[in-house]
């Protein structure tokens, strides 16, 4: 048999063989992501419901600060979608679209990434004093060998991202709800210095001393002579 038919024949018996494994493995892969942070469910939520907020936590925008976003629809909930295009291979062309809501619990998603179509979705739950975000993404792969193939790899693939944007997320809500201390300052007029020489300190901290008595003031007055009569001529 000729080497070329040998090549050929091989590679039909890999394609073969690499279908078959295919047929066992998940039709439906399902990939998660949770964080936790420090903040109730409802300061989170507006940064998931609101697509043009994205930006500011996205694992791809983080990489490609350059990406193209367009924004459509409404500007949070239902209906509202972002679609981005970037030159860096590693983020590609992708959008994400709102399809349903529960007020501070979820956010339905329908997915594109770079060519990956699924479904994704935020959840919000109780987490102590705080909360846990989870990002999930489906996908269907079908009776695809191929979609089945590349569905193995998903959770490697699509958890580095995920995990990326939700500790971008905890550094984004944690940094915009910490308290914002303020200097206190104090007027001059308010502690005046005390005097070094005693006196009391004026209004506008200056020293006033105290004018020193007159000296008549300090003595006491001599007592007035009697006034008596001279004594009689002598004769």
Known sequence: ?????????????????????ALGLPAHVTVARSVGINAPEYAIYPYLNNLRRFPEWSPWAARDPNMKMTYSGPPEGKGAKVEWESEVPSVGNGSLQIVDTEQSRSVDLAADINGLNGASSY?????????????????????????????????????????????????KVESDRAPTARPVVVPPQAVA??????????????????????????????PAQANTPPPPPQR
């Open 123 to 171: 959840q919000l739950t109780p987490d102590g004093s705080g909360s846990k975000v989870t990002w999930i993404f489906r996908y269907e792969t079908g009776s695809s060998p191929i979609k089945r193939w590349k569905g193995l790899m998903l959770d490697g693939l699509v958890g580095a991202e995920y995990v990326k944007g939700l500790q971008r997320l905890k550094a």
């Open 193 to 222: 210095p005390a005097a070094p020489d005693g006196g009391q300190p004026s209004a506008g901290g200056e020293s006033v001393v105290p004018a020193a008595p007159a000296q008549g003031a300090q003595q006491q007055a001599a």
């Open 1 to 21: 048999m000729a080497p070329m038919m040998r090549l050929v024949l091989g590679l039909g018996v890999l394609v073969l063989i690499l279908a078959a494994v």
